[in-house]
């Protein structure tokens, strides 16, 4: 009882602590810094341009997505007035007025500046429960020409998330250019999921699908297994990776309120998926469909093997833009950690090493091929000629 009663004394005080308090803090992207000053009742943003850009407006959300998040979106019109609109999306797509918000900014004028190469425009809303917090900016460098809350925007040139921490007393941060203030955040639920489809998608296209290319090339001139073990890591391993990631990206984009096949990654992603259904079907053909009377390598053999490392080549370039590019592009969590690079390019040089030392095997194994088509057909050495394989001996 004695102990309850401390700790109740003990939070009650504390909540009078931080009522008297004012924290702020402050974050930056490429375009805008965003500075909270927060008491127990309300929080004042200030929205301020870097001067990178001309400003035609600029805006925040309460969230870390553009989808389903409350905007707050200001711009200064000719007569000296700024126009607050709160407004929210369910896409990515101009986003509309909310007549009645959750929480009702009002425009701060004292504090907005509107000329001068870094304007301001501040505003105050009623505090929520937020301790840290992730926050969505979007900067516009066309001027909507219209006073009127509901006025047609163009679309931003730059956006991003951070992370405010409105605990933070009196001192204000300089988050680092580009949005790398929110690493310390713990992911979101769709952020997680492009972590998993990044792990599954790398495991399947340069894991398993190097390792079965790599096995074909150093044991099919030893043994007849290859076979086996080449399909087992094509396609019952790195199938069922490389299925599971790609499903986990297309959900991410959903979950986030994105747009599917918008850019680069997301494309090349569904094609290099596409192109490995494409060669796990000529791998299959290549197996199932062999011609009795063959005299010379198959076509389709050579464009597997050319294709495989066609595949697994492109998926290191996907991979590379996927944490390079679009990680930091849709999550506003900046670059990961050099370290990752580091591992990706030791493994970009290890693997094509590999498969040239392999390669050491091809004459070895060409001359198999023909002993084996020869002895098929069993009419000897005199019909070198006419099979074509005399110029590769
Ligand atoms: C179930 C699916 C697959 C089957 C049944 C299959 C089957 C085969 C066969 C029969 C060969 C020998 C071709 C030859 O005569 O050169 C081969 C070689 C090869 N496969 Fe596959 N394959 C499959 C999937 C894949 C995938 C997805 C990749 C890579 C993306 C791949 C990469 C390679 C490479 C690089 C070689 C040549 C290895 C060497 O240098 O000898 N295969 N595969
Ligand atoms: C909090 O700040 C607002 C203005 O930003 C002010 O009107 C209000 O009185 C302050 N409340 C407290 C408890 O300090
Ligand atoms: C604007 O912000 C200043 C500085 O925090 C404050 O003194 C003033 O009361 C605010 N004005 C309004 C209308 O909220
Ligand atoms: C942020 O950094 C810039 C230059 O690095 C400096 O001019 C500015 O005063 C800093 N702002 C804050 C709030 O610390």
Redesign the pocket.
Known sequence: MLRLSLILLLASSCNVATAAETTSDQQCGTTMCITA?ANST?V?YILTSRGKRTLGWMGMGFGSQMANTPMVIMWSNSDGTITLSQRQAQREVMPTVVENPPRVA??????SITSGSTPQL?Y?IPANSDQKQSVIYAFGTQNPGSSAKDATLAEHVDYGVLLLDLTKSSSTSNGSTGGTSSSGTPLLSYQRMIVAHATFCTVGFLLFLPAGALLARYSRTFTSMWFKGHWIAQFALAGPSIFIGVALGIQSVTEAGATHLNDSHKKYGLAIFVLYLLQCGVGAIIHWVKASDRTRRPLQNYFHAIFGLLIIALAYYQVHSGYKVEWPKVTGRGELSKGVNVFFFVWLAVLPVAYLVGLSFLPKQLRQERTSVLSRRGDGDLKLDQMGYKDRQ
């Open positions: 000053n309300t004042e009002t425009l701060n004028d004292s504090l501040a105050t």
